[in-house]
Antibody, heavy 119, light 107 residues
Framework: QVQLQQSGAELVKPGSSVKISCKAS????????MHWIKQQPGNGLEWIGW????????KYNQKFNGKATLTADKSSSTAYMQLSSLTSEDSAVYFC????????????WGQGVMVTVSS | DIQMTQTPSSMPASLGERVTISCRAS??????LNWYQQKPDGTIKPLIY???NLQSGVPSRFSGSGSGTDYSLTISSLEPEDFAMYYC?????????FGSGTKLEIK
């Protein structure tokens, strides 16, 4: 069965960077776009961007250009998102989600990673 | 960016009740509209894709409809497990955008 297992919660200092992971299993990792979505406490969902692990192509929400960097490791079927120059506005839960191109929706989601930016 | 306005933001409802959640796009999105459910533990799952197609395994009491800028999610008879957050999401154009969510609460 398809699973997206995300890394654990992070407590990081302002100005630093953090890299969170999303390990995929149960399907061919290189054949599906992996997206990342942000959810701030009490807020809705905000799309960050996607990566196609097959060739490393990426597309970002312009709002997250320079903030988020998406990568993927085919050998371990793991997608990564690095967030840089962290501020309190980056404190949120971050989800990875698989996009099924045939029907155009997020069919599987990770459990989310809480990132807290605090000194 | 396409803005998605979801109403109501919260909805108290009773078991067995029929409820409808609305989602309005700031411009026409050609039925490119999905619905998701988020449980209190944070788990998110898809319910409806391309306006009205039921995700495999989702109970038939869920249905979606709409066109142009106006879309809706209907639950025909509320079950205990339906009390959760619901989000619409458009994919007509980038960036993908979500509605602000509707919290379905027990009355």
């Amino acid at each position: 069965q398809v699973q997206l297992q995300q890394s654990g919660a992070e407590l990081v200092k302002p100005g630093s960077s953090v890299k969170i992971s999303c390990k995929a299993s149960g399907y061919t990792f290189t054949s599906y776009d992996m997206h990342w979505i942000k959810q701030q406490p009490g807020n809705g969902l905000e799309w960050i961007g996607w990566i196609y692990p097959g060739n490393g192509n990426t597309k970002y929400n312009q709002k997250f250009n320079g903030k988020a960097t998406l990568t993927a490791d085919k050998s371990s079927s793991t997608a990564y998102m690095q967030l840089s120059s962290l501020t309190s506005e980056d404190s949120a839960v971050y989800f990875c989600a698989r996009w099924i191109l045939q029907w155009d929706y997020f069919d599987y989601w990770g459990q989310g990673v809480m990132v807290t930016v605090s000194s | 960016d396409i803005q998605m306005t979801q109403t109501p933001s919260s909805m108290p409802a009773s078991l067995g009740e029929r409820v409808t959640i609305s989602c309005r796009a700031s411009q026409g999105i050609s039925n490119y509209l999905n619905w998701y459910q988020q449980k209190p533990d944070g788990t998110i799952k898809p319910l409806i894709y391309y306006t009205s197609n039921l995700q495999s395994g989702v109970p038939s009491r869920f249905s979606g409809s709409g066109s142009g800028t106006d879309y809706s999610l209907t639950i025909s008879s509320l079950e205990p497990e339906d009390f959760a957050m619901y989000y619409c999401q458009q994919y007509d154009s980038s960036p993908l955008t979500f509605g602000s969510g509707t919290k379905l609460e027990i009355k």
